[in-house]
């Protein structure tokens, strides 16, 4: 399958890598620069789950698309909590995985959008163009997907976002994950931003909707 996906791949115009382990993988993503990462979550040596743990653990941000043959909702959450990008469940085809690989390039490319500088996100600064993080001066943790989805609720100050909404937008489709998905990552935001993550007053819930940010006076 890797053979494969290489062929098609290179087929397309892209240069490709190919590791048949994770701590080959691992090695390769330490001794250079890649716009992307596709990743079987069912490798030898490490899983890709724990490769990409590694990757986000060490500071490395470069989008992460996971291949899966497991269909549950809990395996599907799990590999975007720990920073992948988008999961692609086999079977699929060569069709598919290049529309998702498209739709990450241009999400996470140079183009994908305007320049933001810092802003004061609750008890945050953030820099959405260096996807940095700071609280009380203390450095985030913050995943590529959470800079995302920040980013795309403070571009609309004010406005509701449907939970279908971000799921397009920030995930690329509106079918999956499943909307419990942007609740989690939700959760996880307001423990970076708000004063008290338990009573909100930063990221507020629209009931039924979706969610909104606001600047607190």
């Known amino acids: 399958m890797r053979a494969g996906l ?23 993503l330490r001794t250079g620069r890649f716009d992307l990462v596709v990743l079987d979550v069912m490798m030898p040596g490490m899983s890709g789950f724990e490769v990409c743990r590694t990757l986000r653990a060490e500071g490395d941000r ?45 999400r996470s490319g140079p183009a994908a959008s305007s320049p933001m500088g810092p802003r004061r996100i609750g ?13 009380d001066g203390t450095p985030l943790d913050l995943t590529h997907k959470e800079f995302e989805l920040l980013r795309y609720l403070a571009d609309r100050p004010g ?15 509106g079918e999956a994950p499943t909307t419990r998905t942007v609740d989690n990552f939700i959760l996880r935001l307001r423990k970076a931003v708000e004063p008290d993550p338990a009573h909100p007053r930063i990221i507020l ?5 979706g969610y909104r940010l606001v600047t607190p006076d």
């Open 6 to 28: 290489r062929d098609n791949l290179e087929f397309e115009g892209y240069a490709v890598d190919e590791a048949a382990d994770g701590p080959s993988a691992l090695a390769y």
């Open 62 to 106: 470069t989008p992460v698309l996971l291949l899966t043959a497991r269909g549950e909702e809990i395996d599907r959450v799990l590999g975007l909590e720990l920073g992948a990008d988008d999961y692609l469940t086999k079977p699929f085809s060569v069709r598919e995985l290049s529309a998702r690989i498209k739709a990450i390039l241009r």
């Open 205 to 209: 819930t629209a009931h039924g909707v």
């Open 159 to 173: 406005q509701v976002v449907s939970r279908d909404e971000i799921l397009e937008r920030v995930w690329g489709y």
């Open 123 to 135: 008890a945050c600064t953030v820099d959405f163009d260096r996807m940095t993080a700071r609280r």
